[in-house]
């Protein structure tokens, strides 16, 4: 079975860090662009960041930029997401997504999400 699993969420202060985890398994990782979103309360899900199946190219949210590191390690088949100088409007559930590329049938698989509070 597919799955994705988030881990490293927590409570920080402003300014702080966080290093959030993704594990994959029951599919092929490596030809999946993997991605997190966030959903705080009273808020639409937005995407945070976002990286292609080989880890060639990135993109971001405006409101990460310079702050926030996608990476992956398709060898562990797992995904990160460094989070530097959090403020507390970062506080909310980050979810794990993944999407595959090439030519065959899209899929798409989400995780269940790790909870981040940014708070003094």
């Known amino acids: 079975q597919v799955q994705l699993v988030e881990f490293g969420g927590g409570l920080v202060q402003p300014g702080g860090s966080l290093r959030l985890s993704c594990t994959a398994s029951?599919?092929?990782?490596?030809?999946?662009?993997m991605s997190w979103y966030r959903q705080a309360p009273g808020k639409e899900r937005e995407l945070v960041a976002a990286i292609t199946s080989a880890g060639g190219s990135t993109n971001y949210a405006d409101s990460v930029k310079g702050r926030f590191t996608i990476s992956r390690d398709n060898a562990l088949n797992m995904v990160y997401l460094q989070m530097n100088s959090l403020k507390p409007e970062d506080t909310a559930v980050y979810l794990c997504?993944?999407?595959?590329?090439?030519?065959?049938?899209?899929?798409?698989?989400w995780g269940r999400g790790t909870q981040v509070t940014v708070s003094s």
């Open positions: 029951g599919f092929t990782f490596s030809s999946y662009a």
């Open positions: 997504n993944a999407i595959n590329t090439g030519w065959g049938t899209r899929y798409q698989y």
